[in-house]
């Protein structure tokens, strides 16, 4: 069996079919997952200044840039095994620079709050075995965790829910799209308005303390009867969710607290954001956005968005993450002005500008390591094909021998 | 021979709200090459509600300039599937999408990636090829 990094639900029932060194078949992926395992058309292959060179030169060419650097942050992350990312914490230690990951701009906001423990939430299993109503706000799990519904939620039959979704489950989405998963909740979809979430919370919260909600009275007051009355509820905060109440992230936590019988869980995209999230939090006490000034600085002004604004880094590596790709360009110019390192088992928007480029073996494919799932549970990846790539661990050994 | 005034006249604009969502056949397309023309089919288009397009004059298959003072894209234009009474656009996230994201963010660090303001007109261009989103 072989665990897929398509996504965050790290699925470990999957059988491949190898030839020649790479996936050419796999059974039981999705279609992300499946498109993972065969891996990508384009590999990176090592370079300096856009001419193609040797490993070495590459990661010495990297830990010259770094070393010569005044205020270097190390970015990505998510995409990497659990080993990788306590490196590059090592290293962002080693030369006092800022670390950040992609749930800066994503569930940061959301993971944090899980383990500051403010969220009460459960395992995927949980879920499987109990979870009676299954709330998908702002989340399209039928496109971003495609397995999510078929293996823990909606469909499967459960310890406690041996009647499955026909009798045991209700599914519900909110949404401002009419998405795939949405589809499946039939009946329960609450359609809201864009950047409307904060105010259905807000409905809900009436409706949960016996007020009659301000609008639509008929409908919030159904839900807020279903989640009442849940003996296991679930809601999977997607990141419409997150998106949509950033600035008052915390009414959400409010809202669990009206709801003993619910739990909180962030749907996580990139497969070991989490990972990230637990090692920095274990290190510093803060899931992202780091200065290692002696000691760790949180601060706003270390999100990789807006150090690329206020121009206050001068060279940047990035670990499994495409940022040209992910990133508004309105805030890039900076990224063209400083010297970019990229380390990715694939070609990217990102490693076409580099200075940099240090290909990586693909984790859970050419190298094993670990990965935190979604809902915090540590999954084992083995290595499945052989291959001479560095992993990104080795990578960033090498790259602190350089200093 | 008449002048062609058409060829002069500029498209009419109108402003539209774009939301961003994401598509598992552009995510296989994103895995298996991200310069592929299959990668670009599921990224440069836009999808709007019947009402919005009949209000705008637009087709399915009209090629269509968003933009606002973040960026100017060209795109496909695609009729919804769906019901879309709240007037919505939609466009699944990539590098054509984030060409419209504001930098604004508050010093949160999270910019509006599922809220965004844009002009949409007919035009014959072609449609934004991904190396000019890089540069």
């Known amino acids: 069996m072989v665990t897929c990094t398509g996504c965050a639900l790290l699925c470990e029932d999957i059988e491949v079919v190898i030839e020649n060194d790479r996936i050419k078949e796999s059974r039981n992926a999705c279609r992300r997952g499946a498109a993972r395992l065969r891996g990508c058309k384009n590999r990176l292959a090592p370079s300096f200044n856009k001419m193609q060179t040797d490993i070495d030169t590459a990661i010495k060419k990297a830990a010259e840039i770094l070393k010569n650097a005044k205020s270097p942050m190390l970015f990505g992350w998510s995409n990497s095994t659990c080993e990788a990312q306590v490196k590059g914490i090592q290293l962002a230690k080693k030369l006092n620079a800022s670390i950040d990951d992609t749930s800066s701009f994503c569930q940061g906001l959301l993971i944090e709050r899980v383990l500051k423990k403010k969220f009460r939430t459960c395992s995927l299993e949980d879920v499987r075995n109990m979870a009676d109503v299954l709330i998908y706000w702002g989340s399209d799990a039928q496109d971003s965790q495609p397995r999510h519904l078929s293996r823990f939620s909606v469909f499967p039959r459960g310890e406690s829910r041996q009647r499955g979704y026909e009798e045991d489950r209700l599914a519900i989405a909110i949404d401002v799209r009419e998405s795939n998963t949405a589809k499946i909740c039939k009946g329960h979809f609450y359609r809201i308005p864009l950047k409307g979430d904060r105010e259905f919370i807000l409905a809900l919260m009436d409706a949960l303390s016996g007020k009659v909600p301000k609008y639509d009275a008929k409908r919030i007051l159904e839900l807020a009867g279903i989640m009442k009355k849940a003996e296991f509820g679930v809601l999977f905060a997607g990141i419409g969710l997150t998106y949509s109440i950033k600035e008052d992230i915390d009414i959400l936590v409010s809202l669990e607290d009206m709801l003993p019988n619910f739990h909180v869980m962030p749907m996580v995209g990139h497969y070991n954001m989490r990972g990230f999230n637990e090692a920095l939090f274990k290190e510093t006490g803060f899931v992202n956005r780091v200065k290692f000034e002696g000691k760790p600085v949180h601060d706003n002004k270390y999100a990789v968005v807006e150090a690329l604004k206020a121009k206050s880094i001068d060279a940047l590596l990035i670990a499994g993450s495409d940022p040209l790709s992910s990133l508004p360009r309105s805030v890039l110019p900076h990224l063209a002005s400083i010297p970019v390192i990229c380390i990715d088992p694939c070609v990217t928007l990102t490693s076409k500008i580099a200075a940099v480029t240090i290909p990586a073996a693909a984790s859970g494919l050419e190298c094993s390591g670990s990965a935190v799932r979604m809902d915090g549970k540590v999954i084992e990846m083995s290595k499945v094909v052989e291959n001479s790539y560095l992993t990104d661990a080795q990578i960033l050994t090498r790259l602190m021998e350089g200093f | ?135």
Request: charged share 30%; proline share 3%; hydrophobic share 35%.
């Open chain 2, 1 to 135: 021979m008449g002048i062609d005034v058409g060829k002069f006249m500029k498209n009419p604009e109108y402003e539209i709200k774009l939301t961003t969502y994401r598509d598992i056949f552009q995510a296989e397309a994103l895995e298996n090459d991200r310069f592929s023309d299959e990668y670009k089919k599921h990224s440069a288009t836009v999808v709007m509600g019947k009402d919005g397009m009949k209000k705008f004059g637009l087709k399915t298959g009209d090629r269509v300039r968003l933009m606002n003072s973040y960026g100017s894209i060209v795109v496909e234009l695609r009729e919804s599937k769906r019901e879309e009474p709240g007037g919505l656009a939609f466009m699944v996230n990539s590098p054509w999408s984030n060409a419209l994201v504001s930098d604004e963010t508050g010093g949160r660090g999270i910019p509006e990636f599922k809220n965004i303001t844009a002009r949409i007109s007919l035009t014959k261009d072609e449609i934004t090829k991904i190396e000019s989103l890089i540069s």
